[in-house]
């Protein structure tokens, strides 16, 4: 064997680990990108049940006015107390 493959030996076998192929692995993405996929899908299901349950009642509350079961000062009393009360 010869100077100049043994040096090329050398050189790829301290950058080949053969499940990857050249480098030093998948890295810290390998496991970065799926957690941040997680963690974004979450925050977004959390934040879509928080505003839905917000105006549930107001929906409600238009229902039962449109039916005319309520006058049109009792629904913006009601209205403005659900409202305050919102988290």
Avoid: K
Avoid at 5 to 11: D, E, F, H, N, R
Avoid at 45 to 55: E, I, P
């Amino acid at each position: 064997m010869n100077t100049l493959s043994a040096q090329t030996s050398l050189i790829l076998a301290d950058h080949f680990d053969g499940r990857y192929g050249p480098g030093w692995g998948p890295g810290p993405w390998f496991v970065l990108v799926p957690i941040a996929f997680w963690v974004t899908v979450i925050v977004l299901v959390v934040l879509a049940r928080r505003r839905w349950r917000g105006h549930h009642g107001e929906s409600t509350l238009r229902d039962v006015f449109a039916r005319g079961e309520i006058t049109e000062a009792e629904y913006r009393a009601r209205l403005a107390v659900l409202r305050e009360t919102r988290r």
